[in-house]
């Protein structure tokens, strides 16, 4: 590998610095989930699986393992989907169609998403309690959805309104209605965003830990994060269990990023065209 | 002709309080072909988007034979359109490009293969069907888009400025080739464009658009030969027409202490007189001087003085005069053009 120019390396050195307490911490995991003695960062004991039983037996009064995983996948993937359908098409109306208020709800998209959502909550409880959806996950998906909405729909907006005008008016002579332009022309062709989108929310979703929290009380309901949390006590926590249970926790995540990366990073640098 | 006709009945419209198009009335007849000939802003564009029906009008109709379209979504008007970008769709394989608005009318598949590949064929793309927009050259998307535009066999064939992205080159051929398609299939074609040798080259007739209103819809010849008005005076020819600002009196036409007589005695008051390029000569009685001389192979523009202005001569190579020196204007009397005061023709 050529050397660095040396501005870059003092870059490099800066962000090297920043990450190392991150990296620290993941390293940290790895080894207390994996070892029976850990000093500082150091292991001094035998490898210890006996911290993983988890997997196999229920732990004090918890549920099984695969209840929690099964509930936050079902939370994650539906709550990305939900996201992501509803955002493509108030997108494509908002960058494509004129209709009365459009500015208007522009701007109050906008406000929502810089609103803090756990102001809500309470507010959030109460709907929910109204609804029947207390204590159910599809309250906190519909909660959850809702609140990545804003972002979405900003998102996806930039995408649809890279999209050429000339291609939409040939699509209409060529006998489409709005519907089918939409399905077979629009969204194939923003196929980045959709997919940088639906990572995102599923991210989102998978590390959720206040709405759960908040909004969920049975341990049928629990997801990964009621579960992992439920290993810290207000007296005693037993951090060898947790460190293994947050690993597992963390993998689909580490996994799903090395595959999804290259479209989150269209997330990030603002729905510029893909 | 399997073309139809298509009427333009006050056809207006309005973008907010900007007024685009201003009651346009206009007879195409089936199976030829019209060009939109103006400026960028002139309402050439716009017309066109209401008779594709992408833009609702203001007011007025829109027939196709005698059926009233101008409620009708662009499905259901039957019109094929080529626009400037070509507007292929781009995560579609070219044949898909072509096929989609058979696809949209549930086509057999059988039928489809077999269109495409003709009209592919016809148009010299049969070997890059497989590949998308992007990995074929300009040329080939812009037959690409044809084909896609002629592959419903539609009633009307829009053209919105379908040779502008074109190499120089490719635009010239190209400009024969839609021209000699268009002839063969016999569909009615309106072309919208800036370029006047596109306009002149290609159309049976040519609406010429200012300002959002229709200056003059007439034969090539008539435009140049009896432009309406000042506007389409200056804006058809190559070099544009030349324009005095003056009077007329006594049978006579003055401007300064210039006075040139006018085969129309009777006219009075303010007007122009207009004298083309080509119907200018050298070996006349006006003297002038020479202030530019541009060679242009066959034929040399001379750039004279007369006056406070500047005014072109097309001469011929043998005949190029000397810079700086001063020369006898003269032009021929049946191709003068007058105007009146507010820009109109009144002779001859």
């Known amino acids: 590998m050529p050397l660095l120019p040396p501005r870059w390396r003092l870059l490099f050195l800066v962000v090297a610095a920043l990450s190392l307490p991150v990296i620290a911490g993941i390293v940290w995991l790895f080894l207390t989930g994996s070892f029976d003695e850990v000093h500082g960062l150091v292991p001094t004991g035998p490898l210890a699986l006996k911290r993983w039983r988890f997997l196999w037996e229920s732990i004090g009064n918890r549920p099984p393992i695969h209840v929690p995983l099964l509930n936050s996948m079902v939370f994650s993937v539906v709550v990305s989907v939900v996201v992501v359908t509803v955002a493509s098409m108030a997108a494509y109306a908002i960058s494509r169609l004129s209709f009365p208020g459009r500015s208007m709800y522009l701007g109050l998209v906008l406000m929502l998403h810089a609103f803090p959502a756990v102001s809500l909550i309470i507010a959030i409880f109460y709907i929910l309690r109204l609804l029947g959806l207390f204590d159910t996950l599809t309250g906190v998906i519909l909660v959850k959805a809702s609140l990545d909405l804003p972002l979405g729909i900003w998102l996806m907006k930039g995408f649809f309104d890279s999209l050429s005008w000339e291609m939409e008016m040939a699509a209409l002579v060529d006998g489409m209605s709005r519907w089918t332009l939409f399905w077979k022309i629009a969204l194939p062709l923003v196929r980045p965003g959709v997919l940088a989108l639906g990572t995102f929310s599923l991210l989102s979703a998978w590390g959720e830990f206040i709405l759960p929290f908040t909004l969920i009380v049975s341990t049928r309901s629990w997801t990964m994060a009621l579960y992992l949390q439920s290993f810290i006590g207000e007296v005693f926590t037993d951090y060898r269990v947790a460190a293994a249970v947050g690993l597992f926790y963390a993998l689909p995540v580490i996994v799903l990023f090395l595959l999804g990366q290259r479209y989150l990073l269209n997330v990030y640098s603002g729905g510029v065209k893909g | ?348």
């Open chain 2, 1 to 348: 002709m399997k073309g139809i006709s298509v009427r333009l009945e006050g056809l207006t419209k309005h973008f907010g309080k900007v007024v685009a198009l201003q009651a346009l009335d206009l007879d195409i007849r089936a199976g030829e072909m019209v060009a939109f000939l103006g400026p960028s802003g002139c309402g050439k564009t716009t017309t066109l988007l209401m008779i594709a029906g992408i833009y609702q009008s203001t007011a007025g109709q829109i027939y196709f034979n005698e059926r009233r379209v101008d409620h009708l979504h662009p499905r259901d008007r039957d019109v094929g359109m080529v626009f400037q970008s070509y507007a292929l769709y781009p995560h579609l394989i070219l044949f898909e490009n072509i096929a989609f608005p058979l696809r949209l009318k549930r086509t057999p598949q059988a039928e489809i293969e077999q269109k495409v590949r003709q009209a592919a064929d016809l148009l010299g793309i049969g070997h890059v069907l497989d590949r998308r927009p992007a990995q074929v050259s300009g040329g080939q998307q812009q037959r690409a888009a044809l084909a896609r535009a002629l592959i419903k066999e539609p009633q009307v064939l829009l053209l919105d400025e379908p040779l502008s992205n074109l190499d120089a080159q490719i635009r010239l051929q190209a400009r024969g080739e839609i021209r000699r398609l268009q002839q063969q299939i016999g569909v009615t074609s309106i072309l919208v464009t800036h370029d006047q040798a596109e306009a002149l080259a290609m159309a049976d007739r040519i609406a010429v658009f200012s300002m959002g209103k229709l200056q003059q819809l007439a034969t090539t010849d008539d435009l140049y030969l009896r432009p309406a008005n000042v506007f389409v005076a200056r804006f058809v020819g190559h070099p544009p027409m030349n324009l005095l600002e003056g009077g007329f009196e006594n049978g006579h036409f003055t401007m300064g202490t210039l006075s040139i007589p006018v085969p129309s005695g009777h006219l009075k008051g303010g007007g122009s007189l207009g004298i083309r390029p080509e119907d200018a000569t050298l070996d006349g009685e006006v003297p002038a001087r020479v202030v530019v001389i541009e060679p242009l192979g066959r034929e040399t523009l001379v750039t004279l003085r007369l006056g406070e202005m500047d005014f072109k001569v097309l001469a011929d190579q043998a005949a190029r005069p000397t810079l700086g020196t001063e020369v006898r204007l003269g032009y021929r009397r049946d191709r003068v053009h007058l105007f009146d005061q507010a820009g109109k023709r009144v002779a001859p």
